[in-house]
């Protein structure tokens, strides 16, 4: 191989910048080494595989292939930066499921100096490779300079999986994640959660109820220990603080995973679209006889449809109010308000209305307008810099707005006179500088916040009336088991429906809660 030292130490620049960056950064723990093997095994493949091609196109895939190497670096250490944690399977899962207008504020949320300098850094080391053209070449018959790119590609490869540093590996983790995101949504469609109705097997529901309206709101990443009606130092919720003693206030209630659609799979659905029984709280609802309303301040991902717009459009009505194309614009939740009222002189006798507002989702500051600027300066935050305070006072004025929010639609509903409840519960909780020096959530770097949630239900006299709840407001609950919580709440029964899955039921027993795909949220963070 015809080489010099110029062609090793442009080769392995971006590898040995992503080392240093994460383990000065820190610390030199086994996963950084690892993404270092496992980068170094992927250059090793890659060079290997341009040998095997005659030398002109040989060249070809090496300008190619030192690219896409170093922007994966590149990738790879932005992530490693931002979450302390490698990227993975289920971030690129995310990454698909994202809208225009939640990528732009995921930018703007932690786009930074640092992160700036390493993107030209990288961009400049492209640039050197193309202005210096180290490129590797093997010479001697076509069959003995095969052999030797073969065995390293086969050597590579082995170690790969054996050591289990795959898992480190963009481009495999991009295919696994694509391919998985693909076969998801033909699952999806194979359970037709967008059609109104589906046969629920053994389907029961008190007709005796002549007239009744009840509304589920669906918080975004909201944690409760931001809250103060759950002992948060700060007032951000003075609304529901002051009628506290109307609400049942669940104290020990998390999510199931750290991001949106991990989440609300499983809460909208009976199985997580698991089997092949499985129905949305939607069509639970139509089935019931209820008129459905989806009522939303979240933008779709666009063309394509989301699990949470397929599982919406099964409603009577489905409305949404943020549709910026370029996701500059995000409407602050109030809008949904006067959906709200036309939902509430709807005619119909029974109404099941879902509201969807964007809720404590990053960017925080545009969560809320001016007015609630309430918290600035020194904040809570256990972290003493000043994106600390920026982003604890943000996050905590944007709950300080959610907490409007509600007292808006529960003002709405207390005068009305047939059975009524308002129940409130977050898709997942946020880590905003508590438990470690970051903002945001993620299943790969977990923290108590990401997954503790509120989970709270209002009842006027005469749904009290329909239905007896007083049970423990302690009880250790996940919402991976909604639906069945859901269904002893609205008197609905069905074959598969298990009481001791339900919060408000007598029967209730403790589940073990698993978080991410295997966490026990009870003995991980046990101590």
């Given at each position: 191989m015809k080489v010099n030292l110029k062609h090793y130490i442009i080769w392995l620049?971006?590898?040995?910048?992503?080392?240093?960056?994460?383990?000065?950064?820190f610390g030199w723990n086994r996963v950084v080494l690892g993404n270092a093997l496992e980068n170094f095994c992927a250059l090793l493949i890659l060079v290997s595989i341009s040998l095997l091609f005659k030398p002109w196109l040989g060249r070809i895939f090496q300008y190619v292939f030192f690219v896409f190497w170093s922007l994966s670096c590149l990738i790879e250490t932005i992530y490693y930066f931002i979450f302390k944690a490698n990227l993975s399977a289920s971030s690129i899962y995310v990454l698909l499921e994202t809208n225009l207008a939640e990528s732009n504020e995921f930018i703007e949320f932690y786009l930074n100096p640092a992160i700036l300098i390493m993107i030209i850094g990288y961009l400049f080391f492209i640039v050197l490779f193309f202005?210096?053209?180290?490129?590797?070449?093997?010479?001697?018959?076509?069959?003995?300079?095969?052999?030797?790119?073969?065995?390293?590609?086969?050597?590579?490869?082995f170690f790969l999986f054996q050591t289990g540093f795959i898992q480190y590996n963009f481009a495999y983790l991009t295919l696994k994640s694509i391919t998985e995101y693909i076969e998801e949504y033909k699952k999806i469609e194979s359970f037709n959660i967008d059609r109104p109705k589906v046969d629920i097997e053994g389907f029961r529901f008190n007709d005796s109820i002549k007239?009744?309206?009840?509304?589920?709101?669906?918080?975004?990443?909201?944690?409760?220990?931001?809250?103060?009606?759950y002992g948060y130092s700060r007032n951000t919720t003075p609304y529901l603080q002051s009628i506290k003693s109307d609400l049942l206030i669940y104290d020990n209630v998390i999510s199931p995973n750290a991001f949106t659609i991990g989440s609300l799979e499983k809460v909208l659905t009976l199985n997580g679209l698991s089997s092949e029984n499985d129905f949305s709280i939607i069509q639970l609802m139509n089935q019931a006889g209820f008129k459905t309303f989806w009522l939303s301040?979240?933008?779709?991902?666009?063309?394509?449809?989301?699990?949470?717009?397929?599982?919406?459009?099964?409603?009577?009505?489905?409305?949404?109010?943020?549709?910026?194309?370029?996701?500059?614009?995000?409407?602050?939740?109030?809008?949904?308000?006067?959906?709200?009222?036309?939902?509430?002189?709807?005619?119909?006798?029974?109404?099941?209305?879902?509201?969807h507002p964007l809720g404590t989702h990053m960017k925080y500051s545009d969560r809320y307008p001016d007015s609630f600027n309430k918290f600035k300066g020194q904040s809570f935050s256990n972290f003493n810099h000043s994106r600390a305070h920026e982003l604890s006072n943000a996050y905590d004025n944007s709950i300080v707005y959610h907490d409007y929010f509600l007292k808006k639609v529960h003002q709405k509903l207390i005068s009305l006179e047939e059975p009524s409840y308002l129940?409130?519960?977050?898709?997942?909780?946020?880590?905003?500088?508590?438990?470690?020096d970051f903002a945001g959530h993620i299943d790969d770097n977990p923290t108590k916040s990401m997954y503790e949630i509120p989970f709270f239900l209002w009842m006027n006299p005469e749904f009290e009336k329909v239905k007896?709840?007083?049970?423990?407001?302690?009880?250790?609950?996940?919402?991976?088991?909604?639906?069945?919580?859901?269904?002893?709440?609205?008197?609905?029964?069905?074959?598969?429906?298990?009481?001791?899955?339900?919060?408000?039921?007598?029967?209730?027993?403790?589940?073990?809660?698993?978080?991410?795909?295997?966490?026990?949220?009870?003995?991980?963070?046990?101590?």
């Open positions: 620049t971006p590898l040995i910048v992503s080392l240093l960056i994460q383990g000065f950064s202005l210096w053209r180290p490129i590797l070449v093997v010479y001697g018959s076509t069959f003995k300079r095969r052999i030797p790119p073969v065995l390293i590609i086969i050597f590579s490869v007239r009744a309206t009840y509304v589920f709101i669906l918080g975004e990443s909201t944690t409760r220990n931001r809250l103060s009606i301040n979240q933008r779709p991902i666009g063309e394509y449809e989301s699990l949470v717009t397929k599982i919406a459009s099964a409603s009577d009505t489905y409305q949404i109010k943020n549709t910026a194309l370029d996701g500059s614009i995000t409407p602050y939740d109030e809008v949904l308000i006067p959906l709200l009222e036309e939902a509430l002189e709807d005619e119909a006798p029974l109404k099941f209305i879902v509201l129940l409130y519960l977050s898709d997942h909780g946020e880590e905003v500088f508590t438990e470690i007896s709840i007083g049970f423990n407001l302690s009880r250790p609950y996940t919402i991976k088991h909604f639906m069945h919580s859901f269904s002893d709440l609205n008197g609905i029964r069905f074959k598969t429906f298990n009481p001791e899955k339900s919060i408000f039921s007598k029967d209730y027993k403790t589940p073990k809660r698993i978080i991410g795909d295997k966490l026990d949220f009870d003995t991980y963070f046990k101590n």
